[in-house]
């Protein structure tokens, strides 16, 4: 019986379970979406919005300048650090080649970047069967701070329909 044992086991040991948790976690936090299966990405949803509440709990001293820090502040920092590095990898490679550091962009950007919100940091969209072996699809993704302008539908209409009273009342 599982009883008290969450999470799905993916038919893997812990081992390599954990090291492909970790890899969708660095790719995630490198690519700001991927594409992967639905469990993968429900898992991966779990570790990836831990590790930004690991970062986003420190608040200003998050994304502070070292040499602004008090040593009381340097320290928290450096322990939120070593706990999310203990996680995932340091460097990651983008397609273009570019080496990032996934650290730093958890501690400074992810955290600035969610830092009113409350949780919720990714988005799970599914996208239907894989042609190979019919397994279901979906991106995850991280939401955008500020609406994307295709997520915003009611803001045109409004515009336009102002337009035509506007000049209704002139002419």
Do not use: C
């Amino acid at each position: 019986m599982r009883h008290k044992k969450s999470g799905r086991q993916f038919g893997r040991d812990t081992s390599s379970r954990r090291a492909m948790l970790r890899n969708l976690t660095a790719n995630l936090i490198t690519h700001e979406r991927i594409e992967t299966t639905d469990a993968k990405a429900k898992e991966l949803r779990r570790v990836a919005e831990r590790l930004i509440s690991k970062a986003k709990r420190l608040g200003q001293v998050a994304f502070t300048a070292q040499s602004e820090l008090s040593p009381q502040d340097k320290a928290r920092r450096l322990h939120a650090q070593r706990l999310v590095a203990a996680w995932i990898p340091r460097f990651g490679v983008k397609k273009d080649g570019t080496k990032v550091d996934i650290v730093e962009k958890v501690m400074i950007d992810l955290s600035k970047r969610f830092g009113e919100r409350p949780g919720g940091y990714t988005r799970i969209t599914k996208l239907g069967p894989r042609r190979g072996d019919n397994a279901p699809m979906s991106i995850i993704e991280f939401i955008d701070a500020e609406p994307v302008a295709s997520d915003v539908v009611a803001a045109p209409e409004a515009v336009t329909t102002a337009e035509p009273e506007a000049a209704a009342t002139t002419g």
